[in-house]
């Protein structure tokens, strides 16, 4: 069985493009009955902080896929120095003494890089053991620098890959303080984890040489590699904070009303596709479909511009999605977005207005506009013209909400009851059934634009519509 991770660096918000990796890794698992193990790079103290954590497990936990096994890298720090010390006592790394700023270089690399610092290299076992009780050195692995050969290996995105070590330099595995590097402790945790398959960004591609070699250094078989495209802007960009602001996390897309499961549909999209052309997909599906091979090499563009921030596709499967979610459901999670707008919310007020709302909504946020009059005593204000009919005129309208309050006193409030009502008061009136339903429904609403008539007078009762038909009437006059 697979066992896959995601290894986020505590260092800032939850990228859109990490939370991608780790459902990408998910999705690989559960397709395969494998395991996800979600582990922290939080080696890095310095840039480490307890905000950014937060927000990986807020992301994370929005998305609701869970993980099956969770480990923090600081706590196991001691196995990545026995990793280092058996990779030094194999002859496969050196200490090296030069002090910061002043190395000893030897630049023979593509493009002139720095490669190594023979002196160190090439110093003696026992003049390196006396110095090191005395000196700070960094752990460098020794790369082959002797016939160099090519490091190869297939990525399962990306196909055959291969370097010559000429162009590797000797790069550290402990720092001066004794802390591991993120190539030491990544792979160090990989073989320890028993990982089968990294699954990660394509800006990592690089990296997999210089962890071939520890992984062979320390005795272990790579694991499998799949590295994915990024994402980028719509001019080609790499996505950043600094350069493309908020849309880029994704507490943002949680704070703005969307649901947990249609942004993975989205992001899922981004470098990927199930080959049969669909595109909106329950977890389920996304799991049976999910395959390594189904990655697009090229980078993904997620399509957002300054008016506004968010892909039109994702908005659009986000609407999917609510729609196709039971009413129950959808009120609980419309519910908490009702009360932040500030509307007296109830889940039972709730539950009924979701039906007549549901059709009008593309983000959970939407709610504040499109069922404000249902939780608002006062409507949002609108001009008297709003209640003149087509064809019709300010004589009509006030006759037809005069006639809608007299028939509205004494009707039951249920749906069969108010259309056969209101359809017979237009005819009685002798005028267009649209013609005595605009006044009413601007009336009741505040707006020409809304939800059915008659399951919107029920939801709102009695009372509520009367007294909003009386304002109209003071409106017209």
């Known amino acids: ?110 493009n002139g890089t720095w490669l190594c610092n023979p002196g160190m290299r090439d110093m003696p076992r026992e003049e390196s053991d006396h110095r090191a009780k005395i000196e700070p050195f960094v752990l460098r692995f020794r790369v082959p620098r002797e016939g160099p050969c090519d490091i190869r290996f297939r990525d399962a995105v990306y196909g055959e890959q291969s370097k010559s070590t ?33 699954i990660r960004g394509q800006d990592h591609l690089t990296n997999t040489f210089k962890h071939i070699l520890i992984f062979r250094a320390a005795g272990h078989e790579p694991p499998e590699f799949a590295h994915l495209p990024l994402l980028v802007a719509p001019d080609g960009a790499k996505l950043s904070k600094r350069r493309h602001g908020p849309v880029v996390s994704v507490t943002t897309y949680r704070d703005r009303g969307f649901l947990p499961h249609a942004f993975v549909n989205f992001l899922c999209l981004l470098g990927w596709s199930p080959k049969d052309d669909r595109e909106q997909m329950s977890r389920q599906d996304l799991v049976d479909a999910f395959t390594l091979e189904g990655i697009n090499r090229s980078n993904a563009v997620v399509n957002f511009t300054e008016d506004d921030p968010f892909d039109p596709k994702a908005v659009w499967l986000n609407a999917e999605h609510i729609r196709a979610l039971p009413v129950e459901e959808l009120a609980g999670r419309l519910l908490p977005f009702a009360r932040a707008a500030g509307f007296r919310a109830e ?131």
Not at 7 to 13: L, R
């Open 347 to 477: 889940a039972e007020k709730m539950r009924q207005v979701t039906p007549l709302i549901r059709e009008r909504i593309k983000l959970l946020t939407d709610v504040a506009t499109a069922a404000d009059f249902f939780f608002q005593d006062a409507l949002a204000p609108y001009l008297a013209e709003e209640l003149i009919p087509q064809k019709g005129d300010k004589a009509m309208a006030l006759k037809v909400l005069q006639h809608a309050l007299e028939v509205l006193s004494a009707v039951d409030f249920t749906h069969a009851a108010l259309e056969n009502t209101l359809r017979a008061a237009a005819q009685q009136l002798g005028i267009k059934t649209g013609q005595m339903f605009l006044p009413i429904r601007v009336a009741v609403c505040g707006r020409k634009t809304a939800p059915p008539l008659f399951e919107t007078l029920e939801v709102l009762g009695r009372e509520t519509c009367l007294q909003r038909i009386r304002q109209a009437i003071e409106k017209l006059r």
């Open 1 to 110: 069985m697979p066992r896959v991770r995601f290894a986020p660096s505590p260092t800032g918000f939850l990228h859109i493009g990490s939370a991608r990796t780790f459902i990408f890794n998910w999705l690989y698992a559960r397709h395969h009955h494998g395991t996800m193990i979600l582990r922290i790079d939080d080696t890095d103290v310095e840039r480490n902080t307890q905000q950014s954590l937060d927000s990986i497990f807020e992301g994370l936990n929005w998305l609701d896929l869970g993980w099956d096994e969770l480990y923090h890298q600081s706590e196991r720090l001691d196995l990545h120095r026995r990793t280092a010390q058996a990779i030094f006592e194999r002859g496969l790394a050196y200490r090296d003494f030069t002090p910061a700023g002043n190395e000893d270089s030897e630049r023979s690399g593509a």
């Open 166 to 198: 000429a162009d590797i330099e000797d790069f550290a595995l402990l720092r001066s303080d004794g802390t591991p590097t993120y190539h030491l402790a990544s792979c160090a945790d990989d073989a320890d984890l028993r990982i089968s398959h990294i």
